[in-house]
């Protein structure tokens, strides 16, 4: 399984057609051996193999192209090969069975490497709003922060927390609470750069990672997110604000546990400073505890 993973982890860094011209070399492959044996002995079966590569990377189209090539291929080899049959239509059929074949398994391949890719989106993913889940923002902060010592780059985290939230769900019922909820992720999503993460950690509360950000450009884009949410909580007549805390760290070296701790300081000082505030906060130089 470990072996597995590693070809997997390779193959994932190798670009679309790069694959692809692998599955392609992976056919001249399987058939020059094809023509090497002979008809005697068949190897039509580890065609397979660069069929199911190109259908798992690929895609269901690359997988029936593959397949098509294979059966090319093991058809010229038969010819090749001399092999004698009682009609020249047989080694056409032969042909067109083994593409029918290559082709199932391609599809089969491609369904099954879909139904898991969305299997694990909806792992990593918060129903309700779309956005990542606790578990993802984690994965991505420890992957963000990795990157940002390593580079020596700024990197700013914002906790959101909506005021006055319950009062929609005791008043309006959950059902409004949890449009409440949606209106948030949309807003996020759709305000934020493909290449930050935003997430609903749970209840009510959220937050969202900003990849070589500094200061002046963490507030910028908290500002602006306080402003979308307010109108939009206003045009729904809903109660609510959102408090932000930013905080972002500079040449900091500091661990998942502590960068939480400090946005979330940040965020219960908007909430002390009152309705719908954001609060900016900078860490340099930090180290990590002992």
Known sequence: MSLLKAIDGRLLRVPAGGLFGLSVAGVAAVGFVDYLVGY???????????????????????????AGLSCVSWYAADLISGHPYSHPAIPVWNAAVRFGFFAVVSGLVSMYHDALRRQRQLLRTAPLTGLANRRAFGDALAHDLALARRRGSALSLAYLDLDDFKAVNDTAGHAEGDRVLRTVGEVLGRSLREA???????????????????????????????RELQRAFVAAQWPVDASIGVVTFLHARVNMADAL?????AMYEAKRSGKGMVVSRVLDNAKDPP
Do not use: C, H, M, N
């Open 261 to 265: 701790a400090a946005a979330d300081r």
């Open 196 to 226: 930050d993460t935003a997430a609903r950690l749970g209840g009510d509360e959220f937050a969202f990672l900003l990849p070589d950000t500094g200061p002046e450009g963490a507030a910028e884009v908290a500002g602006k997110l306080a």
């Open 40 to 66: 005697e002995i068949s190897v039509s079966l580890f065609y397979l193999v660069p069929v199911a590569v190109a259908a798992w990377y690929g895609g269901q189209r690359d997988g029936i192209a593959i």
